[in-house]
């Protein structure tokens, strides 16, 4: 049976980590509107609020498994702000998921200390990976790689140790063609050509990234297979695994902002003495309310999906295709949420004096990066009707 009640030590850690949030949102408007800066490593107030990790790690009788509560956790850290963090975290980039899913023991324990950002996008290659024009070329005389391309949007771009980035070995190989490789900061031929400037996240820091013949060593191609599949035994999956939590935690990230602008318009609606009432029904309510529970309903449905598709990774089982749902329904669930707060709250709602209208810009990208809305319900329709990528395309 799925149970998600909270033990005594998971409830603990969660209020901690809230306490930290409230912390961490007096500097959310400075760094939306200096975005040129980066939020420092450490706040001052971090002195007074140790680390969750320890208590994270040890995890008891009772207590919900660590995927399930990590994106607890997630919600929580964003209900703060997008990218400001108390502390910034060490080793938890995308790319790090990419190495602890598909990387050789050696290379966990050789990439372990870093924080690895993820570069698969290009300027002409988003939401269909086969189209990577990044080349890797084996030079047998170094035993080194030589990577020549662009990448675009990189998360944690500038300030990462280094990228796990996808190129292709053989372009008319397609999907099968494309593998992953670390590149740490400093190697010569690796440079971060600027930051982007963007709607919402402002905080977070996104790069555009230029490879010249910049070269790693014959071991750093992750898994360590450099032969390329037939296509179709499943050696693209391998990398896409990848997703698997990335993509529930995306979904929390985006649902932790949409829970603050809840919990914001709730305030505003009780201080000006609307009645909360959830007892009475619909058609006894007055339609502000009315509309306002369906943000809330949207909400918790969308908290569900996360936590079965986390659940479901504690427990060993696969949940590509609940990954794919919670991600779908959490990118539009955040939208409607915090333009549905906007709209009830009026020109509160889009007040730079308040956060609301920021989390309307920040929630945004929830439906854009890890793949867009229309991938997801592409990849549920594939594993639901057994459709085929042909069938889709
Ligand atoms: C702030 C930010 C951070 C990012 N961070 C990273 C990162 O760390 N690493 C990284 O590699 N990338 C990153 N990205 C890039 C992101 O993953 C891509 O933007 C995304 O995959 C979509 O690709 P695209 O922008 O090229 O759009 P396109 O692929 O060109 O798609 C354009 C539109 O067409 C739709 N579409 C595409 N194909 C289909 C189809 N077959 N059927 C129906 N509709 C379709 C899409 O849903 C979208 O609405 C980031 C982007 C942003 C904005």
Not at 274 to 299: C, N, P, T
Request: with cysteine; proline share 3%; hydrophobic share 40%.
């Amino acid at each position: 049976m799925i149970d998600f009640t909270l033990s005594d030590r998971d409830q603990k850690i969660l209020d901690r980590v809230r306490e930290q949030a409230l912390v961490v949102r007096e500097y959310a408007r400075y760094f939306d509107e200096n975005e040129h800066e980066f939020p420092p490593d450490e706040l001052a107030e971090a002195k007074d609020h140790p680390s969750v990790i320890g208590d994270l790690m040890q995890r008891g009788e009772g207590d919900s498994g660590i995927g399930t509560l990590g994106m607890l956790i997630s919600m929580g850290e964003t209900w703060g702000d997008y990218s400001v963090r108390i502390r910034r975290p060490v080793g938890a980039g995308l790319g790090n998921a990419a190495v602890s899913a598909s990387g050789t023991p050696e290379q966990k324990k050789q990439w372990a200390g870093l924080t690895l950002a993820m570069a698969i996008t290009e300027p002409g290659c988003g939401s269909d990976p086969s189209q990577v024009q990044t080349t890797a070329v084996l030079d047998e005389a170094t035993n080194e790689w030589i990577i020549n391309g662009e990448k675009i949007f990189v998360t944690a771009g500038c300030r990462a140790d280094g990228v796990v980035l996808w190129a292709t070995l053989d372009k008319s190989a397609g999907r099968a063609g494309i593998k992953s490789f670390v590149i740490e900061k400093d190697t010569p031929g690796f440079v971060v050509a600027h930051k982007e400037k963007k709607l919402g996240i402002r905080s977070d820091d996104t790069a555009a990234l230029v490879f010249t013949d910049c070269r790693v060593p014959r071991s750093n191609l992750i898994g360590g297979k450099e032969e390329i599949p037939k296509a179709g035994s499943g050696g693209f999956k391998g990398a896409m695994k990848t997703f698997n939590m990335t993509r529930p935690g995306v979904a929390a990230f985006g649902l932790g902002m949409a829970e603050a602008a809840l919990d914001f318009t709730r305030e505003t609606l009780e201080e000006a003495g609307v009645e909360l009432s959830y007892g009475a029904g619909a058609a006894a309510q007055a339609a502000v309310v009315e509309k306002f529970q369906r943000l809330e309903a949207s909400f918790e449905a969308t908290r569900l999906t996360i936590l079965r598709a986390a659940w479901l990774s504690d427990q060993g089982q696969p949940n590509n295709m609940e990954a794919s749902v919670c991600k779908a329904k959490g990118g539009s669930a955040v939208r409607e949420i915090t333009q549905g707060c906007i709209e009830i709250l009026g020109p509160m709602g889009v007040s730079r004096e308040h956060l609301l209208e920021k989390w309307f810009r920040d929630v945004r990208i929830t439906d854009i990066y890890e793949g867009t809305g229309e991938i997801q319900r592409m990849i549920i329709a594939r594993t639901l009707f057994d459709y085929t990528r042909a069938d889709l395309s």
